[in-house]
């Protein structure tokens, strides 16, 4: 016997355009019901992330865990916090999937070229994000620094001032691998958590100013005592 082929009729075509669309909907569905979790966990855990930062009190942890934190949200190349100084920046803290990086952290080792980047006064001088498509073709970058980003393999940037109180506490600067790293939601993301990292700062330079005037505080009592004795031998 021959093998007879099914011939579909125009009812198994309407029946397959029935069940495609439905299955499109279904599909569609299930990526914005992810969009929203994936929403709701990332609200969470910077919920999270923000009240650790506010039961923190040493500024070297501080900026280790918002670095840290970043790249763990964000999931880029690298990330390093640093603070501006009258010429450039001075690197705080790093974390990324490369180990160098973080063992370069505050070394001769750790880029220059990195600090010394146009972007990041941008983000500084106008206390706003930055955003990098691609360093390759920033006219404004720097030809060492375009070079540097060859090396290391990254190509998109984004660069967030840290604020307290419209003071500009510091910058939070993220790359990534690929051209467009950063999405409209990344940089939200980024935001957020410097927002927090930026009053966690200033507490801590706060309570470290307290600090220090309670010790100055103790020395002066303490000098005090040592004279009222001198006085009574």
Known sequence: DKEQRYQFTNDDVVLCQILSNQAAVAIENARLYQEVE??????????????DLASELDYQRIVRNVADFAHR???????FVAVPEEEGFQLVAVAGHDESYTTATGSTDFPSSLLAQEPLERAVRGKTPVVVADVRREDLTLDLWRA???VLGV???AAVPLLSHDRVVGVLAAYGRKPNSFEPDNVATLMALASQAAVAIQNAQLFAE???QREALRQVSLRLVNAQEEERR
């Open 38 to 51: 994936d929403g709701r966990l990332h609200a969470e855990a910077i919920q999270v992330i923000g009240r």
């Open 73 to 79: 949200l964000v999931d880029v190349n690298f990330v």
């Open 148 to 150: 540097e980003a060859a």
């Open 155 to 157: 190509v998109g940037m």
């Open 210 to 212: 307290l600090e220090a």
